[in-house]
């Protein structure tokens, strides 16, 4: 008897993404590598996704020296740790039982949740945060996760429906595992990514004839396209999920990687209160942010935390019954609480951690965008938060064509072929939506790559005759950069 018959259809209905067929083929192309085969590289580079420390980027050394001294208590009493180290260390210790080996309320633990709620108040300027209210996570994508399970029924009909936003990280499929369905609704990238209500309304109006809209699902900043919403739109979209009687889902995972100039992060729940009665009192909020994807990077030791705003108090019991059929564990809480509470002017760790923050991320942010959009068949739009940008490729016909015949969607092609020249792997847009009739990439800024070795890989690869339209030589498109070629 076949196995395969008893597999959940929910399972099966899964999405495979084309960057899982770059991730074989990039590790084809190490092993040959391995096994001498001569490239015009030495390495395999993946921006394709959220994995900063993958790419070189080097954890911030006081929440590793922390979360070392909480697993080896010893170096507490010993001088090999900062003595800010060593306080937070004890304190935390004092906190969770002794010993990083005890369980967790399944919830989170006490302290933990009263930093998030102070970390909230803080960050909205006084607006309340009841620890009630918080739930610590495995994962900014883990909260969201179970929230869809508790709320969708899979044998319903008609479907659940969730607005989704194009291009976005793959959170259809979240949807696809829970029984609900995305909606599809564009940001407009003519104008940095802009969400507009109009094409909510279209999307809701669409939706209502196949399936049964829930809720909007919003990312902020953007992920993959950086944009960070104006207040102005944060209130359309509020009085829209309110005039709409939606649930308002809000990825808040980048807020503390602000790039642009003068730019500010307003968090969903600061304008929901400051707009007042009745929005404040009726549009269930449901918030989320990670140790995993902000500045810290720590996507392995999973550590987030789920804010729900206006949530029935049933609701939250039923969600406290379901969070409790999964364990936490202790260390991704730590991680996560030194992001909620910052080293401070005057601790002896604060300069290392200043640097680690502006000159790491920022820096190398910026200065990928800007090469980016200096580059010939490539353009790409501001990136104003995140470390992520979501650049147009501007592909000749004959690539295009040469795709078709290979059966393969043109931005797949481009990565592919990207990968074997260059050793570069980045995600095609094709996996996180496309807005019609273009092709792009997301590219995640590698935190200490060396800016010019990228440059050079990816120009020696747009400049060949078969994805440019003109047969620009390399030396041409470098000497433009004003960029040397070793």
Known sequence: ????????????NIRALKRGALVRQAVRIEEEIKQGMKKPYNEVIDVSRDNPHATGMKPMSFSRQVIASCIYPELIDSDKMPLDVRERAKTLLECIGGS???YSDTIGIPIMRDSVS???????EGVPSASGNIFITHGSDHGFGLLLTMLVRGDRSPLVGVLTPV??????????ASGATAVPYYLDGQQGWRLHTEELQRALRSAREVC????????????PTGHVQSRESMEEIIRFVYEEKLLLFANEDHQDILIGEGCMFISYKKVLAEMGSPFSDAVELASIHSAS????????????YLELVNFDPSVQIEFDRLISLLGLPIIGQLALEVMLNPLQPGEPSYEQYQEHIRETLVHNVTRAFEVLDSLPGISCEPINGGASMFPRLHLP????HQAKEEEKLPDFFYCSRLLEQTGLCVCPGSDLGLPEGTYHIRYKAPPTLNTNVFIILLLLFI??????????????CLNFLKLPYN
Do not use: W
Request: net charge negative; aromatic share 6%; charged share 20%.
């Open 1 to 12: 008897m076949s196995q395969h018959r008893l597999v959940n259809p929910l399972v099966r």
């Open 100 to 102: 990083v080996g005890c």
């Open 118 to 124: 102070d970390f909230l108040t803080r960050r909205d």
């Open 167 to 176: 291009p976005s990280q793959d959170f259809g499929n979240a949807l696809v």
């Open 212 to 223: 049964d809209p829930i809720a909007l699902y919003v990312i902020n900043p953007g992920d």
């Open 293 to 304: 994807k902000g500045f810290m990077g720590e996507g392995g030791l999973h550590g987030g």
């Open 397 to 400: 016909h004959i690539a295009i």
């Open 463 to 476: 400049t060949s005759p078969y994805l440019q339209s003109e047969n620009r030589p390399v030396s041409e």
